[in-house]
């Protein structure tokens, strides 16, 4: 009982950590964000271009922003349905993708929401939607994974 309490905490608090990052990336104002945005995609295409014009630099930099939302909420999606499958046992780890589910979802569209009250950030749904998506698909490799191991422990016996 010890060890399953400890695995509870260890799990809800590195999501609770991954939460605050989440909210800290979110709410940089929108200088700072952009520059450390632009000088990652400026070193990404000196190495695809020889010489990177302004579109291909935008053009990768939009690619990261993607990349960037897509990844953070896919490791979101996966971590909150970890918790949950942790906590939910049995029949209810149903009700606890369900949850993780909708969690991951209030959490793609408010960080969003969020950002046009944090200066030279707004909104876009476009972002609210790779966000989704990538919670999406990490809830979705939770789940598989967690059926995968069930039929491995099955074919062992």
Known sequence: MGLEML???ASVMGLALLLYLVMIL???DGDSSASETISIAVRISQRIYTNPTEDE???VSL??????????FFVVG???TF????????????FGVLLSGGICYLLAYYTEYYKQFVEGRHFQMTDVALNWLGSAAGIACMVLSYFMNRLLVEMSS
């Open 78 to 80: 996966l971590v909150t």
């Open 63 to 72: 690619m990261l922003r993607y990349v960037a939302h897509l990844g953070l």
């Open 26 to 28: 979110s709410f940089q």
């Open 57 to 59: 630099i935008r053009t």
């Open 83 to 94: 918790v949950s499958m942790v906590i939910f046992r049995r029949y209810y780890r149903i």
């Open 7 to 9: 695995v509870i905490f």
